[in-house]
């Protein structure tokens, strides 16, 4: 017994010795802050300074050599980020994960981005290819350097990245593109729902989101004219709404060189600030939710399947083939088709259906299209000197579409939605379109100076919140999906208060809690709800709530908990396999029930009685409780919102891997819902976490232009994407408990801060 407990010790020992020594290994990956680097390629010194929050200030001598440094910085701190985004761009994470990537691939793959991005970066104006080229060659100085020791994701998959180039930082933005334009998965969705219901029975599912406009004086973003501001300038806020992940998608830094002064978050993987200010102009944005993106039915010719129909006759596919490399296992060929509106998409998801046999779907995209100068427009907007510049440069932007904020130091200010919004030739994008009816579906796009923009008075404030930015009169369609009123309404609410504005104050109306949706909807569902020994203390507590989403209360928990729980009562019976995909909050929906339309709350699996919304109010709250007792336990007094309502920030690779997904992640409990301006947004249909806040600011600024210098930041989880970095998870909660950065000028020592030191050699 003795030699197997030596044995056993021993085992111990060496398995300790392995593990210290694998730490030790990775922890040489961390890249070098704090040193003196020879550089090739700079054309004078220059330097990284990183602060006690990892923020990177960058002094270069030109704005070429900022640029490379700003290059190196990303990479040191997010170049496995960087790597694996470019992989999905270019459809091959497969070589990297294996068969978990080939689905992305054929789909990327299909709808070609890198390869546009590949023939848009040439047509660039060459002080924009200067810069990507700049970027990318600090990018690449950090693979050189860290070749011995590459970040702890590549050490595990054994992996060499490629070098950077220019192309694969332009690819970003059709990535974005495709994530704020994806309403085309609306359109698969109601297409599939034509086989269950008529349309008309669909477009009620869909009630237009009437609210304020902004052309009225009216996510989130805004601007208070410095008339109505304690400094006499404005005063701009913006928190941009996304998916959580770790690291988040922003990074910030800022940039001094020789006439160029640059501030605020930039994606990692790309030179240029997407929201910032640049000492005299400051620029913020929310998505349009613009209609740019439409699937169109593409019929097969008769007697030759490799040709489709057009009003002039049949034409033939274009055809490319391709091989999905597959780590682990062997290459796949594919075949990508495209039509004369795009790529053929039933050819590679499933959730794209021709709606008969000999019919196939293509996506129509603006982003797909050539001639793309959005990454112009951005270099020109951060180097503008007045709002007037920032609108000329807009002029260049292709989107998708934004509503661009902006305002500078001598008071100007306003709101330009920016971006290619087609005129359509016949339709609006809502179904499919029949891809025989038109030579060209989209004639033209709207006229720059035809679309929604406003000129601000100093007098006035202009506010975004997802929601219209035209009335009814407006000539040209932009989309159905406007966001719901009530985060709108509440923004004006709070920027309408009496007294002069401050920074303060835009800070503390980003942090609002209350419910639009929660104030609308409780008085009609309460006095709908019979009062019963079981859920009494419950209507009492809602009667008495204001509606604000705050962690520490139950009532946001039972809101949410019983509307869910109505639109699965009210909506699932005539969905049916439909309603997963289907099921949300849908405030507005339910308010329109509840108004006007109380036929949707008949269960048509029940034909012999006819249930009224009182009954499903009634049973959907019942079920909620049991639902939260369930989940929460039996005293109510106990249930908190920030309980269920948590985001967790965990890495891709690391999240779901026992002990070290807990080692590096974070979760917090989080304030905010569905509809506040403080956005917190869920997955209602997840049973796993269904109240889950996955979908928030990851960014906050608040830009003060009577001294920009005195602007505050502040972004999710940290700048570090290294697990191994003290600024990989230190900005949690900071980020939950509003807490505030500030990048001064670099004349301004940062206590704490270390320098790497860039020579040319």
């Given at each position: 017994?003795?030699?197997?407990?030596?044995?056993?010790?021993?085992?111990?020992?060496?398995?300790?010795?392995?593990?210290?020594?694998?730490v030790?290994?990775?922890?040489?990956?961390?890249?070098?802050?704090?040193?003196?680097?020879?550089?090739?390629?700079?054309?004078?010194?220059?330097?990284?300074?990183?602060d006690?929050?990892?923020?990177?200030?960058?002094?270069a001598?030109?704005?070429?050599d900022?640029?490379?440094?700003?290059?190196?910085a990303h990479?040191?701190?997010?170049?496995?980020?960087?790597?694996?985004q470019?992989?999905?761009a270019?459809?091959?994470?497969?070589?990297l994960?294996?068969?978990?990537?080939?689905?992305?691939d054929?789909?990327?793959r299909?709808?070609?981005?890198?390869?546009?991005?590949q023939?848009?970066e040439?047509?660039l104006?060459?002080e924009?290819?200067?810069?990507?080229?700049a970027?990318?060659?600090?990018?690449?100085?950090?693979?050189k350097?860290?070749?011995?020791?590459?970040?702890?994701?590549?050490?595990?998959?054994?992996?060499?990245?490629?070098p950077?180039?220019?192309?694969?930082?332009v690819?970003?933005?059709k990535?974005?593109?495709?994530?704020?334009?994806?309403n085309?998965?609306?359109?698969?969705?109601?297409?599939?729902?034509?086989?269950?219901?008529p349309?008309?029975?669909i477009?009620?599912?869909?009630?237009?989101?009437?609210?304020?406009?902004?052309?009225?004086?009216?996510?989130?973003?805004?601007?208070?004219?410095?008339?109505?501001?304690?400094?006499g300038?404005?005063?701009?806020a913006?928190?941009?709404?996304?998916g959580?992940?770790?690291?988040g998608?922003?990074?910030?830094?800022?940039?001094?060189?020789?006439?160029?002064?640059?501030?605020g978050a930039?994606f990692?993987?790309t030179p240029f600030?997407?929201?910032?200010?640049?000492?005299?102009?400051?620029?913020?944005?929310?998505?349009?939710?613009?209609?740019?993106?439409?699937?169109?039915?593409?019929?097969?010719?008769?007697?030759?399947?490799?040709?489709?129909?057009?009003?002039?006759?049949?034409?033939p596919f274009?055809?490319?083939e391709?091989?999905?490399?597959?780590?682990?296992?062997?290459?796949?060929?594919?075949?990508i088709?495209?039509?004369?509106?795009g790529?053929v998409?039933?050819?590679?998801?499933?959730?794209?259906?021709?709606?008969?046999?000999?019919?196939?779907?293509?996506?129509?995209?603006?982003?797909?299209?050539?001639?793309?100068?959005?990454?112009?427009a951005?270099?020109?907007?951060?180097?503008?000197?007045?709002?007037?510049?920032?609108?000329?440069?807009l002029?260049?932007?292709?989107?998708?579409?934004q509503?661009?904020?902006?305002a500078?130091?001598a008071?100007?200010f306003?709101?330009v939605t920016a971006?290619?919004?087609?005129?359509?030739?016949?339709g609006?994008?809502?179904?499919?379109?029949?891809?025989?009816?038109?030579?060209?579906?989209w004639p033209?796009?709207?006229p720059?100076?035809?679309?929604?923009?406003?000129?601000?008075?100093?007098?006035?404030?202009?506010?975004?919140?997802?929601?219209?930015?035209?009335?009814e009169?407006?000539?040209?369609?932009?989309t159905?999906?406007?966001?719901?009123?009530?985060?709108?309404?509440r923004?004006?609410?709070?920027?309408?208060e009496?007294?002069?504005?401050?920074?303060?104050?835009s800070?503390?109306?980003l942090?609002d809690?209350?419910?639009?949706?929660?104030?609308?909807?409780?008085?009609?569902?309460l006095a709908?709800?019979a009062?019963?020994p079981?859920?009494?203390?419950?209507?009492?507590?809602?009667?008495?709530?204001?509606?604000?989403?705050?962690?520490?209360?139950?009532?946001?928990l039972?809101?949410?908990?019983?509307?869910?729980?109505?639109?699965?009562?009210?909506?699932?019976?005539?969905?049916?396999?439909?309603f997963?995909?289907?099921?949300?909050?849908?405030?507005?929906?339910v308010?329109?029930?509840l108004?006007?339309?109380?036929?949707?709350?008949?269960?048509?699996a029940?034909?012999?009685?006819r249930?009224?919304?009182?009954?499903?109010?009634?049973?959907?709250?019942?079920?909620?409780?049991e639902?939260?007792?369930?989940?929460?336990?039996?005293?109510?007094?106990?249930?908190?919102?920030?309980?269920?309502h948590?985001?967790r920030f965990?890495p891709?690779?690391?999240?779901?891997?026992?002990?070290?997904?807990?080692?590096?992640?974070?979760?917090?409990?989080?304030d905010?819902?569905h509809?506040?301006?403080?956005?917190?947004?869920?997955?209602?249909?997840?049973?796993d976490?269904?109240?889950?806040?996955?979908?928030?600011?990851?960014f906050?600024?608040?830009?003060?232009?009577?001294?920009?210098?005195?602007?505050?930041?502040?972004?999710?989880?940290g700048?570090?994407?290294?697990?191994?970095?003290r600024?990989?998870?230190?900005?949690?909660?900071?980020?939950?408990?509003?807490?505030?950065?500030?990048?001064p000028?670099?004349?301004?020592?940062m206590?704490?801060?270390r320098t790497?030191r860039?020579?040319?050699?």
């Amino acid at each position: 017994m003795r030699i197997v407990r030596r044995a056993f010790a021993l085992l111990v020992l060496a398995a300790a010795c392995l593990a210290a020594g694998g730490v030790l290994y990775l922890w040489t990956s961390l890249p070098p802050i704090s040193a003196t680097l020879a550089a090739p390629g700079l054309s004078a010194p220059a330097r990284i300074e990183r602060d006690r929050a990892g923020i990177v200030r960058i002094a270069a001598a030109s704005p070429t050599d900022a640029y490379f440094a700003l290059g190196l910085a990303h990479a040191q701190d997010r170049f496995a980020q960087m790597e694996l985004q470019r992989r999905l761009a270019q459809g091959r994470l497969a070589e990297l994960i294996g068969p978990a990537g080939i689905e992305s691939d054929r789909f990327m793959r299909t709808l070609g981005i890198h390869r546009l991005a590949q023939q848009i970066e040439p047509t660039l104006d060459p002080e924009t290819r200067s810069s990507l080229e700049a970027y990318a060659a600090g990018i690449n100085f950090y693979l050189k350097s860290a070749a011995q020791t590459p970040p702890p994701e590549f050490v595990l998959l054994r992996h060499h990245p490629e070098p950077w180039t220019p192309a694969d930082s332009v690819v970003w933005g059709k990535l974005m593109a495709l994530q704020l334009s994806g309403n085309f998965r609306g359109e698969a969705l109601r297409a599939r729902m034509r086989q269950r219901m008529p349309l008309a029975r669909i477009d009620a599912l869909w009630p237009p989101a009437l609210g304020p406009s902004t052309t009225e004086g009216a996510s989130n973003a805004w601007v208070v004219g410095g008339d109505r501001s304690t400094t006499g300038k404005p005063i701009l806020a913006n928190d941009p709404h996304l998916g959580f992940r770790l690291p988040g998608i922003w990074h910030l830094s800022r940039i001094e060189a020789p006439g160029m002064t640059i501030a605020g978050a930039a994606f990692a993987g790309t030179p240029f600030h997407i929201l910032g200010h640049n000492g005299r102009v400051a620029w913020g944005m929310t998505t349009t939710n613009a209609d740019v993106a439409d699937l169109v039915v593409e019929q097969v010719a008769a007697d030759d399947p490799g040709q489709y129909e057009t009003p002039d006759g049949p034409v033939p596919f274009a055809v490319r083939e391709e091989t999905i490399a597959v780590r682990g296992g062997a290459p796949i060929p594919i075949r990508i088709r495209t039509t004369r509106h795009g790529p053929v998409l039933s050819d590679v998801v499933s959730w794209i259906e021709p709606p008969s046999p000999g019919h196939v779907v293509a996506l129509q995209a603006t982003w797909l299209m050539p001639g793309d100068r959005s990454a112009d427009a951005f270099r020109a907007m951060t180097r503008a000197g007045n709002a007037e510049a920032v609108r000329a440069a807009l002029q260049r932007f292709r989107g998708p579409p934004q509503n661009v904020h902006f305002a500078d130091t001598a008071g100007e200010f306003g709101m330009v939605t920016a971006g290619a919004i087609p005129i359509r030739a016949d339709g609006d994008g809502w179904m499919p379109a029949d891809g025989r009816t038109a030579r060209d579906r989209w004639p033209a796009f709207i006229p720059f100076d035809r679309l929604p923009q406003r000129v601000g008075r100093p007098y006035e404030v202009i506010a975004n919140a997802n929601n219209r930015v035209v009335d009814e009169s407006y000539p040209f369609f932009i989309t159905r999906e406007w966001d719901a009123p009530h985060r709108i309404a509440r923004l004006l609410e709070r920027l309408d208060e009496p007294g002069r504005h401050r920074v303060e104050t835009s800070a503390a109306i980003l942090a609002d809690t209350v419910s639009g949706s929660a104030r609308t909807l409780l008085p009609p569902l309460l006095a709908l709800v019979a009062r019963t020994p079981a859920n009494a203390d419950v209507l009492d507590r809602l009667r008495a709530w204001d509606g604000a989403m705050d962690r520490d209360r139950p009532e946001p928990l039972v809101f949410v908990a019983w509307l869910r729980e109505l639109v699965r009562a009210v909506f699932a019976d005539e969905l049916g396999e439909f309603f997963e995909e289907f099921w949300d909050l849908r405030p507005v929906l339910v308010e329109r029930v509840l108004a006007s339309e109380p036929g949707w709350c008949d269960d048509q699996a029940t034909p012999d009685r006819r249930e009224t919304c009182a009954d499903q109010a009634t049973t959907a709250l019942d079920r909620a409780l049991e639902f939260l007792a369930g989940r929460y336990g039996a005293n109510r007094d106990a249930w908190r919102w920030g309980t269920a309502h948590t985001v967790r920030f965990a890495p891709a690779w690391l999240g779901d891997v026992p002990l070290l997904g807990r080692l590096f992640s974070a979760e917090v409990a989080t304030d905010g819902g569905h509809d506040t301006i403080h956005r917190g947004m869920m997955r209602v249909a997840r049973k796993d976490a269904p109240f889950a806040n996955v979908h928030g600011a990851g960014f906050r600024a608040v830009f003060d232009l009577a001294d920009l210098d005195q602007s505050r930041f502040m972004i999710a989880g940290g700048q570090s994407g290294h697990p191994l970095s003290r600024h990989f998870l230190d900005l949690v909660q900071p980020w939950r408990d509003f807490a505030w950065l500030a990048m001064p000028a670099l004349a301004v020592p940062m206590p704490g801060s270390r320098t790497l030191r860039l020579v040319p050699p």
